[in-house]
């Protein structure tokens, strides 16, 4: 079974419709592709109480990775580490490895002239405060360092919210974890457009070729306009401990389903595989 990874998101501009959540998506994309298995994500507020509560929440579920986005950095409502640690019913310490990161970060800005000196005031103080035991991993691009830390089972990451930050931290520290946690697994995934026949009626089909491959999902995708226009697409995903075995799973499944469409008088067309 691939491993299990839940992504908390904090920010209330995510709930209030103010922010589209893109790190969710870019987040949940590239995880998958390493073979993993997203199975939640979860969007909660800038408060403390309620981020504790969320982490306990996914914590009892047991997910091999929680990945947290957004709340680290100086202003009052970055609140995503004093949740976390109250989740995990620890202490806040000040980690003077991410207070040299911070430091430096801040001593570049002075090279680039965009400060005239380095201080460390609370809030900039306030980013290399961490859950006790936890580590600090680099942000190069950005103030706030990411987080590391264990818990039982489950390694959590916390992430920046900004996606430049959180993006570049993701591929230089986190994918070096997930793809040792994931070993050799490989994500697969082949779509096609149907034409001709209505979803509820290629319904049963779908559960059928499932019961048929229950390594294989085909989730079906209408177009816009409805039912009632022609062209629905299937999505084929699996993942499997090797690439040869996933295409294998995904090719007998897409040649079953095409088939059931002809029957019903429809077509179909590959319009992605990779």
């Given at each position: 079974?691939?491993?299990?990874?839940?992504i908390?998101?904090?920010?209330?501009?995510l709930l209030?419709g103010?922010?589209?959540?893109?790190n969710?998506?870019?987040?949940?994309?590239?995880?998958?592709?390493?073979?993993?298995?997203?199975?939640?994500?979860t969007?909660?507020?800038?408060d403390?109480?309620e981020?504790?509560?969320?982490?306990?929440?996914?914590l009892?579920r047991?997910p091999q990775?929680?990945?947290?986005?957004?709340?680290?950095?100086?202003?009052?409502d970055d609140?995503?580490?004093?949740?976390v640690a109250?989740?995990?019913?620890?202490?806040?310490?000040?980690?003077?490895?991410?207070l040299?990161m911070?430091?430096?970060?801040?001593?570049?800005?002075?090279?680039e002239?965009?400060l005239?000196k380095?201080?460390?005031t609370?809030?900039?103080?306030?980013?290399?405060k961490l859950?006790?035991?936890a580590?600090?991993?680099s942000?190069?691009?950005g103030?706030?360092?990411?987080?590391?830390?264990?818990?039982?089972?489950?390694?959590i990451?916390?992430?920046?919210?900004?996606?430049?930050?959180?993006?570049?931290?993701f591929?230089?520290?986190?994918?070096?974890?997930?793809k040792?946690?994931?070993?050799?697994?490989?994500?697969?995934?082949?779509?096609?457009n149907v034409?001709?026949?209505?979803?509820?009626?290629?319904?049963?089909?779908?559960?059928?070729?499932m019961?048929?491959?229950?390594?294989?999902?085909?989730?079906?995708?209408?177009?816009r306009?409805?039912?009632?226009?022609?062209?629905?697409e299937?999505?084929?995903?699996t993942?499997?401990k090797?690439?040869k075995?996933?295409?294998?799973?995904v090719?007998?499944?897409l040649?079953e389903?095409?088939?059931?469409v002809?029957?019903?008088?429809?077509?179909?067309?590959l319009?992605?595989?990779?």
């Amino acid at each position: 079974m691939a491993a299990s990874v839940e992504i908390i998101c904090v920010g209330n501009e995510l709930l209030i419709g103010k922010t589209l959540n893109t790190n969710a998506q870019w987040l949940a994309r590239r995880i998958t592709t390493f073979g993993l298995n997203v199975r939640r994500i979860t969007s909660t507020a800038d408060d403390v109480d309620e981020i504790s509560k969320v982490m306990q929440e996914t914590l009892q579920r047991k997910p091999q990775f929680v990945i947290t986005t957004g709340g680290l950095g100086p202003t009052f409502d970055d609140k995503t580490l004093e949740g976390v640690a109250k989740g995990l019913k620890c202490k806040i310490k000040l980690s003077e490895e991410a207070l040299k990161m911070v430091e430096k970060t801040y001593s570049r800005y002075v090279e680039e002239k965009l400060l005239d000196k380095v201080e460390l005031t609370p809030p900039r103080v306030k980013m290399a405060k961490l859950p006790e035991g936890a580590k600090p991993l680099s942000n190069p691009i950005g103030t706030a360092p990411a987080v590391l830390m264990e818990y039982e089972d489950t390694t959590i990451i916390a992430l920046p919210g900004v996606p430049s930050e959180m993006e570049t931290i993701f591929e230089k520290s986190v994918i070096p974890i997930l793809k040792k946690a994931a070993g050799e697994s490989t994500f697969f995934e082949t779509s096609i457009n149907v034409y001709g026949v209505m979803e509820s009626e290629i319904a049963p089909m779908i559960d059928q070729v499932m019961h048929d491959n229950p390594y294989v999902y085909i989730k079906s995708h209408p177009s816009r306009e409805g039912e009632k226009k022609s062209r629905l697409e299937l999505h084929l995903t699996t993942t499997a401990k090797d690439l040869k075995l996933a295409r294998n799973r995904v090719g007998k499944a897409l040649i079953e389903i095409t088939e059931l469409v002809q029957q019903k008088g429809g077509k179909t067309k590959l319009v992605k595989e990779g």
